[in-house]
């Protein structure tokens, strides 16, 4: 809590004229009584912890303007100076305290005298202190109970009251405790008065309003500990002002320059000559598989490069040049040049914290982003606050992509060669390759996201190769960025796909990233077509091209380990998952940031609880492997892992090597599952002692192979696609076996229905 001049001044002022605290006047000056804050709303902690620490004293407390809760007239004078000192606010108060003395001799009675009207404009000092000297309420009827009853269940319940309370440090979580307490005192010392009042408001805002201020005063006097506990728990969670970690970066004068356009603008290839001329440079790619393109390209045109990504180090010898992912990019190491590519992605809800890390805290004379205009004013307003220069280049596609507005009519004989169909689900992409290869001549490759990145390149080559009968690309979004495709013409199959929690339409970001993936320049299609199967989904298409880049207000942040380790210092008896919850709930965040997604850490770290003998940093490491927390099997095996690092013993792969290629789709998700449990050994050697993973070489071999395997298996694929979590196959019901009969009601209801639909038929 603030204890300055200003803070002191009042105080005496509250105790000398009985005027409000300075708490209550913060309130008041925050959230004005002529705007009030509906119940209805969801308020963050965030946003109310922002307000309370960002609002400049001079803008919080204005001394004209607020509304005494003493009884004192409200005086609707402008804002004062921003230069307060004490003798201004003495003048203030002075003047306040003449109106406060000129009330009516009725108005000063004691809160257990007189009518209930005057109880609204006594002071929440005293009559938290008439209650807390009182030795017992009065009682009262049985409607007046349950009206009381009623209002204390709501104001326990209040977001706008939960959120108020963080002014005092009363966290989300305790509020209801504190509300509780409060209701019981409430009511065991409540005159009369005071009970009507309270009565006559009845649930509602009005209620909460008048209750808040009293509970201020018992929360200060009855839970100091927890108070002060919970100040020290948000200054823990301070993510305020991120640029501010990175103190190097900030004594350095950078240089940004935003490539900014669409796909199949040059901006990636202009960022990535001034790479290569660098003396020294570094290269921050969203994916695995773009890191490698890029380190195979630069080492191919002569400039020495290494690469490095969460599975693999590659030192090339006399290497001035890195690629690497952009999780894996040092802040400490000092660059000539940086580029860091798909710069929107720090508006991603699950990985931006790492484009944002990187923009932040590169330290690099030039830093070149390529991405979308979707982040431009962003990163205008994060360059104001690192001080850094901004120079945006702005590209134009080179080819303009064009929308054929004859469909494929819903049938994929209308297929053609260079065709990509794009699909969101895996079980999509493996029916619409059988239905092409089955009713047409074409043959098809397959990328979707659960391919390894060498896998991906296969059928990537396999496609872009005029040579082969494979002239049909089928794919899911993972084709948007990080693969070089000659795509004529991208065909979605549907414009919808599951999130996670329901089916919802394809932003239409991600639609133009895609469609855009069609006609690249240097290419046999310099023009790109765009299209979709039904005709019911093209209106979707054009508005989505149509539509301008929606401009991003956020972007991510995740705390360092260290910061999660300052915060458990302030807790004690807590799981990894519950720090991971209580630091969401708590953290302070500015208003340009957001605190990204963090269920699939939580998800591996309610699985590892079992695991003793595991320190903090151990578990947060665990947690960010990269792991499908979908696959059972790919679950089982980290948790196996962990188990073993925790008892100090060799972490082996315990994994036998599939004998061949998949001959069915469950054997292909085996494929699939095998390399992400190789990946996911290969992660963790990086990331702990190389004496607890010391397989690492035969994880390297096998993750070789598998990815292999599933090329080949991939390219004769003709199966009908299976789920990771299918259930066991329901046997086929054998003649003169045991069948259970049908609910008779069922029977009734279904001859009824026959009944009336016949006689519909016969009306008819």
Partial sequence: MARGNITSLLRWCSSKHAISRIRVLLLNAQYPESNPIPNSCNYSSSSCLNSIYHTPLEKSLNFASVKLYSGAAENDSSTIDHEINEDDAVAEFESLESVHDNRPAGDVESVNSGSSVHVASRDPVEIYRMLRDAEKGEKRTRADWDVLVEIFRGFAKSPWATNQALAIFIGASFFPTAAHKFRNFFFKKCPANAGKYLVSLGPGLEAEKFLFPVFVEFCLEEFPDEIKRFQSMIGSADLTKPHTWFPFARAMKRKIIYHCGPTNSGKTHNALQQFMEAKKGVYCSPLRLLAMEVFDKVNALGVYCSLHTGQEKKIVPFSNHIACTVEMVSTDDLFEVAVVDEIQMMADPCRGYAWTRALLGLKADEIHLCGDPSVLNIVRTICSETGDELVERHNERFKPLVVEAKTLLGDLRNVRSGDCVVAFSRREIFEV???????????????????????????????????????????????????????????????????????????????????????????????????????????????????????????????????????????????????????????????????????????????????????????????????????????????????????????????????????????????????????????????????????KKKAEAMATSIAELLGESLTKACWKPESRQAGKPKSEKRDGSYERPQSLIKIFDKRRQEVYDYSEKVAA
């Fill in 433 to 695: 390759k059988m239905a092409i290869e089955k009713q047409t001549k074409h043959r098809c490759c397959v990328i979707y996201g659960a391919l390894p990145p060498e896998t991906r390149r296969q059928q990537a080559s396999l496609f872009n190769d005029q040579d082969n009968e494979f002239d049909v690309l089928v794919a899911s979004d993972a084709i948007g960025m990080g693969l070089n495709l000659n795509i004529r013409r991208t065909v979605f199959y549907n414009l919808s796909k599951y999130n996670g929690d329901r089916i919802v339409p394809v932003p239409a970001s991600q639609v133009k990233q895609i469609a855009g993936r069609a006609g690249r320049r240097g290419s046999r299609y310099p023009e790109g077509l765009t299209t979709t199967l039904h005709e019911e989904d093209l209106d979707y298409l054009i508005e989505c091209l149509k539509q301008p880049f929606e401009e991003v207000k956020k972007v991510g942040l995740f705390p360092f380990f260290e910061q999660v380790e300052l915060f458990a210092g302030q807790l004690s008896d807590v799981t990894f998952c519950q720090l991971l919850e209580k630091f969401a709930e708590n953290c302070r965040l500015d208003g340009s940031y957001f605190l990204c997604r963090h269920d699939h850490i939580k998800k591996v770290a309610n699985m590892l609880e079992k695991v003793q003998g595991l320190s903090l940093e151990d578990r947060f490491n665990f947690c960010f492997a990269p792991v499908n927390i979908r696959d059972p099997k790919a679950m089982y095996h980290l948790l196996r892992f962990a188990s073993s690092y925790s008892q100090s013993l060799p972490v082996s792969i315990a994994m036998g090597m599939p004998k061949g290629s998949a001959r069915n789709d469950l054997e292909l998700l085996d494929l699939e599952t095998k390399h992400q449990v190789c990946s996911m050994y290969l992660w963790l050697s990086h990331q702990f002692k190389e004496e607890t993973f010391p397989y």
